[in-house]
């Protein structure tokens, strides 16, 4: 019993040295605990159906993204909160969240909206970074965050008017990229054949609004995009076909393909399915309203994930491939959903909201 105990306070001692090397630099940005990274438990699976905090409770996230090469490597934005004044940020981690550092800190009007990793090189990173009054709106990093630079050639930005809202990366070659713009106005659809260097509006005048895109992972050529409608391009964008309209009201936030090639889309106005067979769509909303304000979808292992961010029923839900009725995920009472990601590494689910959470699927 004697030698246990002793075990338990070296053992706190460890990580209380390790806890006391998080603190911030000369530029107030946290900085990234070394110990903990190089030598302590950096387990980032999580605990199968309990939602873990990772950090950042102060921060509105609206977009994360882990490292597909390395799950500690998680990156977070936060948004403009006009009623609060507070400014967005991007933030970084290293040891699975338990430390953030600070890499860009936006202006008033920023958002960073979007966050997409090279998968074939993840010091590549895209970030869309736009927002009412925003001068800056697309932004690139060739070492993991550390520098960056703007890649709008080619863009048209009318003034505190339009903003870049997502980016998409061709996982077939990275070097082609897509990216969508969106305001108080109209936005529109632009493609870069060469890493963000250039873009070229590939709308075609019908294709504006742009909130999501999503590339068929079985025919490098077709991609989805949504507006208030969905079109569909086999031909990496040189022609759109509609597929009309899900008779509801919103622009769509969100598209998953599902292995028959059917359609989910997220709405302002729930969850919608389209049959590739007859040609239609129809709502899945049971169980989470089709008042409800549907954020992301995720498809993970013959389930889909939603991300439901507005009263009566906000949360994280997920419904079988064969199922009708959602149901939630683990507990209620964040404040705030703005984005949900996955990651294969870990198996697990990340929420962006009031803060960056963590749930494992196994």
């Known amino acids: 019993m004697g030698k246990s105990i002793k075990f338990l306070f070296l053992l706190s001692i460890f990580w209380s040295s390790c806890d006391n090397k998080d603190s911030e630099d000369s530029n107030g940005r946290a900085s990234i605990d070394s110990c903990y990274a190089d030598t302590c438990d950096t387990n980032c699976r999580g605990i199968p159906g309990q939602w873990q905090f990772l950090g950042l409770k102060e921060e509105n996230i609206i977009s994360v993204a882990i490292d597909p090469s390395d799950e500690r490597i998680i990156y977070a934005g936060s948004g403009f909160d006009f009623s609060g004044g ?61 520098t960056w630079a703007e890649k709008t050639t080619g863009m048209t930005f009318p003034v505190g008017e339009t903003w870049v809202y997502n980016i998409t990366i061709n996982p077939r070659n990275t070097s082609e990229l897509y990216a969508g713009t969106t305001g108080w106005g109209r936005g529109d659809f632009y493609k870069s054949t060469n890493g963000g260097e250039t873009w070229m509006d590939i709308g075609a005048d019908t294709i504006n609004n742009t909130l999501s895109i999503t590339f068929d992972d079985d025919d490098p050529n077709t991609l989805y995009v949504g507006t208030y409608n969905v079109y569909k391009s086999t031909e990496n964008g040189e022609s759109w076909t509609s597929l009309g309209d899900a008779n509801a009201w919103g622009l769509i936030q969100d598209i998953v393909i599902l292995p028959n090639k059917d359609l989910l889309i997220a709405k302002w106005s729930g969850v919608y399915r389209y049959s590739s067979q007859h040609k239609t769509w129809f709502s899945i909303s049971g169980g989470i309203s089709d008042s409800a304000f549907v954020r992301r979808l995720i498809l993970v292992h013959e389930k889909v994930y939603a991300l439901v961010g507005r009263i009566p029923y906000p949360g994280i839900y997920s419904q079988s491939l064969t199922g009708t009725v959602w149901t939630q995920v683990g507990t209620t009472g964040f404040n705030g959903y703005g984005d949900l990601q996955y990651s294969a590494k870990t198996n697990a689910l990340y929420l962006g909201g009031s803060g960056v959470y963590r749930i494992s699927l196994e």
Not at 99 to 128: C, H, K, M, R
């Open 86 to 146: 507070s400014i967005a940020k991007l933030f970084k981690s290293i040891n699975c969240g338990k430390t953030w550092d600070t890499l860009l800190v936006g202006s008033f009007g920023w958002n960073f909206n979007d966050i997409e990793i090279d998968p074939t090189n993840t010091n590549t990173l895209y970030i869309a970074s736009g927002g009412y009054g925003s001068s800056t709106h697309l932004l690139k990093s060739l070492d993991g965050g550390q």
